[in-house]
């Protein structure tokens, strides 16, 4: 266990659906970010919120949301999306800043669009 | 732009052999880099991470060295086994404090 924790673990959900990824993380951190993992890309980084303020979007569509009500939860709200995005979505959280900015990552959610 | 690049895309050795993974990225002004582990449809599980200003990092069988300059690392791992079969990422953290760049990983098989 590495302290985050997302729900669910597998999603399956068609384009019409609206869906929320979660994130919850025990270790104190203030930092949290959702990446995406698609097959031979490397993770690229969609959100990271600061002390529940977005500081980053990385050009990510609209059909992607992200909410941060607190520095321990994080959620990824989806609505009409498409194939394309079926990828695992991948949680992590660190200190803001500092010497030990170490980010530890959840087991993902897999998600398929169909 | 930072660009990670990781060298070989996959490996397969003889259980107990050591081997290295290379890690190279293209901007040397980084806070500092990461090396991940993955298992098959599971999440990353943090190995080492080097600070710009230090050179290396040791945990157990592992080592990460860091050349800043030349814009390079490797994770050295001794006497390898078939447990450490997994996918081997590494990450840097630059060009504004939450930027973290991955590369797409090293895919290691160690043979029983």
């Known amino acids: 266990e590495t302290g985050v924790t997302q729900t669910p673990r597998h999603l399956v959900m068609g384009m019409t659906n609206k869906k929320s990824l979660k994130c919850e993380q025990h270790l104190g951190h203030n930092a949290m970010y959702w990446y995406k993992q698609s097959a031979k890309k490397p993770l690229e980084l969609m959100f990271v919120?600061?002390?529940?303020?977005?500081?980053e979007n990385n050009s990510v569509p609209s059909r992607f949301s992200p909410e941060c009500p607190n520095s321990s939860h994080l959620f990824l709200h989806l609505h009409t999306l498409q194939p394309e995005d079926s990828a695992l979505y991948l949680c992590?959280?660190?200190?803001?800043?500092?010497?030990?900015?170490?980010?530890?990552f959840g087991q993902g959610t897999r998600l398929t669009v169909v | 732009k930072q660009e990670v690049t990781q060298i070989p895309a996959a490996l397969s050795v003889p259980e107990g052999e050591n081997l290295v993974l290379n890690c190279s990225f293209t901007?040397?002004?980084?806070?500092?880099l990461q090396w991940f582990r993955q298992d098959p449809g599971k999440g990353l599980t943090s190995l080492l991470l080097?600070?710009?200003?230090?050179r290396e990092q040791t945990s157990g069988r592992l080592n990460a060295s860091l050349d800043k300059s030349s814009g390079r690392s490797t994770l050295y791992i001794a006497a390898s086994q078939p447990g450490d079969s997994a996918t081997y990422l590494c990450a840097v953290r630059s060009g504004g404090y939450q930027k973290v760049t991955f590369g797409i990983g090293t895919k290691l098989q160690v043979i029983p």
């Open positions: 919120y600061n002390f529940k303020e977005q500081t």
């Open positions: 901007d040397s002004a980084i806070y500092n």
């Open positions: 080097i600070q710009s200003s230090q």
């Open positions: 992590a959280s660190s200190q803001v800043e500092g010497m030990n900015t170490e980010a530890f």
